[in-house]
């Protein structure tokens, strides 16, 4: 929806670091979510960045750059229960998602 | 529970009838949006609610759906004459005014046209 591109599918070992992309069109942004959803679940709330930067979270991160179109979600540590979509999402007035990442996590 | 509910989870259905589902936000949240999924896609926005008032519309959205929030708390949508493109998940998802980039969402109401 609206140009809003993310790797389909990403594999990663337990206990590694994944960095997760997204890349949006710039027109009407006004910040960006990332969302976890496990399958046959309703997607939780990670991270919302409006300004240009890195947001810590514990074992996620988020980082945006609104000039270049582009904020990846960062996970360390990782565990199993982290094989997940990770959905990214622009509000410009209303908020339209990305088709999401499917990250499994293997040991 | 105090998070966002949703009635029914399920509903199967047959071509041409019509639907109605129910949100309950959580209670302190004014704001209140429908989404639409299906498989391997992202949520798709359908409308969003600050109290009673409808503020947002998808344009993509057609005129079968209608949704309501009367008195600012819970919220229904509604689908006319069903198509089986409609077979999707539906998401509630509701939000404070002051924090409203948090969005959290219900479980869904997964809806299947046959």
């Known amino acids: 929806g609206q140009n809003i591109d993310q790797p389909t599918e990403m594999t990663a070992t337990e206990g590694a670091i994944v960095q997760i992309n997204c890349t949006y069109q710039?027109?009407?942004?006004?910040?960006l979510f990332w969302y976890q959803q496990h399958a046959g679940e309703a997607p939780t709330f990670l991270s919302y960045n409006v300004l240009d930067g890195l947001e810590e979270k514990g074992r996620f991160s988020s980082f945006l750059s609104r000039s270049k179109g582009y904020s990846y979600l960062l996970l360390k540590e990782l565990q199993m229960k982290d094989s997940a979509s990770y959905l990214c999402?622009?509000?410009?007035?209303?908020?339209?998602f990305g088709t999401g990442t499917k990250l499994q996590v293997i040991p | 529970d105090t998070g966002v509910s949703q009635d029914p989870r399920h509903k199967i259905t047959k071509r041409g009838q019509n639907v109605t589902f129910r949100c309950d936000p959580i209670?302190?949240?004014?704001?209140l949006y429908w989404y639409r999924q299906t498989l391997g896609q992202g949520p798709e926005f359908l409308t969003y609610?600050?109290?009673?008032?409808?503020?947002?519309k998808s344009r993509l959205l057609s005129d079968r759906f209608s949704a309501e929030r009367p008195k600012g708390s819970f919220s229904t949508l509604e689908i006319q004459r069903t198509e089986q493109g409609d077979s999707a998940m539906y998401l509630c998802?509701?939000?404070?005014?002051?924090?409203?980039?948090?969005?959290?969402f219900g479980p869904g109401t997964r809806l299947t046209v046959t």
């Open positions: 710039t027109s009407g942004f006004n910040g």
């Open positions: 209670s302190e949240h004014n704001r």
């Open positions: 609610f600050q109290n009673e008032a409808q503020l947002e």
């Open positions: 998802a509701s939000s404070h005014q002051t924090a409203n980039y948090e969005q959290y």
């Open positions: 999402a622009v509000k410009r007035p209303e908020v339209t």
